[in-house]
């Protein structure tokens, strides 16, 4: 693909690398759109996981979920349709593919173990959660549809799991600007 760079010059600054920065971030929204199988559109889905709903339940407990700024309505029985909850997409089967969490940036606490049962996961995007702390729960290395795994700029510590190395349908992995140790 071929780019057109502006340069713009305001007072001797030159505004290339944030364009090329904003530019980068404009592909990378393009191409990384989770794509799901099936994908709904419609929030009814019938079918709905128990096994599904509990991870999610778990994941929002463990990140101060009521604290969000758009918290999901997990305690309410007539909004159990997770499929319906922001940042979440599903499958006509009503099983979860994308988990993009863009409109939760204050979340805090760690990430629960339990998102690895879900098992049709494609797309995971945690970022930009600077008291989101503790280690990558190694677990997630059984998500063996995940294309993409975005974790970048929380406070993650530990070590990299190794199973993350197990996940043969990964192709964009970003951990970058946590607090990782190791080598």
Not at 59 to 69: A, C
Not at 120 to 140: A, D, E, R, T, V
């Given at each position: 693909p071929s780019f057109l760079v502006v340069v713009?010059?305001?007072?001797g600054w030159?505004?290339?690398p944030t364009l090329l920065v904003w530019c980068a971030y404009v592909v990378a929204c393009v191409?990384?759109?989770?794509?799901?199988?099936?994908k709904t559109t419609d929030c009814i889905v019938e079918g709905a996981s128990s096994i599904e709903r509990s991870a999610l339940f778990d994941f929002y407990n463990s990140t101060h979920g009521d604290d969000w700024l758009y918290p999901w309505p997990v305690y309410n029985v007539s909004a159990s349709n997770y499929c319906c909850w922001l940042g979440v997409t599903c499958t006509d089967e009503g099983y979860i593919?994308?988990?993009d969490m863009f409109f939760a940036p204050?979340?805090?606490?760690t990430i629960s173990e339990s998102l690895s049962s879900l098992s049709s996961l494609q797309f995971l995007s945690i970022k930009s959660n600077p008291?989101?702390?503790g280690p990558i729960p190694s677990s997630l290395g059984f998500l063996s549809n995940l294309t993409l795994l975005d974790l970048s700029e929380n406070a993650l510590q530990g070590t990299i799991p190794s199973s993350l190395?197990?996940?043969s349908s990964l192709l964009n992995i970003l951990l970058q600007h946590n607090q990782f140790e190791g080598s």
């Amino acid at each position: 693909p071929s780019f057109l760079v502006v340069v713009v010059m305001f007072r001797g600054w030159s505004l290339i690398p944030t364009l090329l920065v904003w530019c980068a971030y404009v592909v990378a929204c393009v191409v990384c759109v989770p794509t799901c199988p099936g994908k709904t559109t419609d929030c009814i889905v019938e079918g709905a996981s128990s096994i599904e709903r509990s991870a999610l339940f778990d994941f929002y407990n463990s990140t101060h979920g009521d604290d969000w700024l758009y918290p999901w309505p997990v305690y309410n029985v007539s909004a159990s349709n997770y499929c319906c909850w922001l940042g979440v997409t599903c499958t006509d089967e009503g099983y979860i593919c994308s988990l993009d969490m863009f409109f939760a940036p204050f979340l805090k606490g760690t990430i629960s173990e339990s998102l690895s049962s879900l098992s049709s996961l494609q797309f995971l995007s945690i970022k930009s959660n600077p008291q989101l702390i503790g280690p990558i729960p190694s677990s997630l290395g059984f998500l063996s549809n995940l294309t993409l795994l975005d974790l970048s700029e929380n406070a993650l510590q530990g070590t990299i799991p190794s199973s993350l190395g197990q996940l043969s349908s990964l192709l964009n992995i970003l951990l970058q600007h946590n607090q990782f140790e190791g080598s």
